[in-house]
């Protein structure tokens, strides 16, 4: 099984400020025929199922703000966002979709400095 | 609008069979490269991805897990349910649904989720 491995597990940021989630994948998740990096970012907010903000590593799901933003390629990923919000106040995911069985990173928790 | 909802007893007793139901509307099971998958969490903890069925009723499981799982699907009542025998209180976590498009196997739209609590 691929294992997914987020840094930090926790992370408080100042509104306005950026903050930088890392996810590395133990082995590559990059299918080369394609070029895509089967990859995506989910945010989980207190008593509500996960939503997904990015997926091919760094498409935005359709409605999710632009300061939040993908990047990464083969097995080191980073989700950014740009200036945090209050609403941004989440346990964020990385999950491969590279082959069975797929799997998610531990999460990491962003709080407000 | 895609919707899905999960169904199913709040509480079980350990060695008893768990049975889910996932019932959705807003796509079809049936339209090629769509899918539906389960994934669960328990209290306090990261998720994990449990099972999935597709439109072409391929079948995929956790290697931890799957000779306790199966999952099947009802394209004409739009449903997926997934059974997990043998339960233990470790089993205890929110159980949700989710679809996965038919552009790539990640997962846009989850259900609310059901919580199941194992007890004696």
């Known amino acids: 099984d691929i294992v997914m491995t987020q840094s930090p597990g926790s992370l408080a940021v100042s509104l306005g400020e950026r903050a930088t989630i890392n996810c590395k994948s133990s082995?590559?998740?990059?299918?080369?025929?394609?070029?895509?990096?089967?990859l995506a970012w989910y945010q989980q907010k207190p008593r509500q199922p996960p939503k997904l903000l990015i997926y091919?590593?760094?498409t935005r799901e359709s409605g999710v703000p632009d300061r939040f933003s993908g990047s990464g390629s083969g097995t080191d990923f980073t989700l950014t966002i740009s200036s945090l919000q209050a609403e941004d106040v989440a346990v964020y995911y990385c999950?491969?979709?590279?082959?069975?069985?797929?799997?998610f990173g531990q999460g990491t928790k962003l709080e407000i400095k | 609008q895609v919707t899905l909802r999960e169904s199913g007893p709040a509480l079980v007793k350990p060695t008893q069979t768990l049975t889910l139901t996932c019932t959705f509307s807003?796509?079809?099971?049936?339209?090629?490269?769509?899918?539906v998958s389960w994934i669960r969490q328990p209290p306090g903890k990261a998720l994990e991805w449990l099972a999935l069925?597709?439109?072409?009723?391929?079948?995929y499981y956790s290697t931890s897990l799957k000779t306790r799982l199966t999952i099947s699907k009802d394209t004409s009542k739009n449903q997926v349910v997934l059974t997990m025998t043998n339960m233990d209180p470790v089993d205890t976590a929110t159980y949700y649904c989710?679809?996965?498009?038919?552009?790539?196997?990640?997962?846009?739209?989850w259900g609310q989720g059901t919580l199941v609590t194992v007890s004696s």
């Open positions: 091919w590593a760094s």
């Open positions: 999950q491969h979709y590279f082959s069975t069985p797929w799997t």
């Open positions: 807003g796509f079809s099971l049936s339209t090629s490269g769509m899918c």
């Open positions: 989710a679809r996965i498009p038919a552009a790539g196997y990640y997962f846009d739209y």
């Open positions: 069925i597709d439109w072409d009723d391929d079948k």
């Open positions: 082995q590559s998740v990059l299918y080369i025929s394609n070029n895509k990096n089967y």
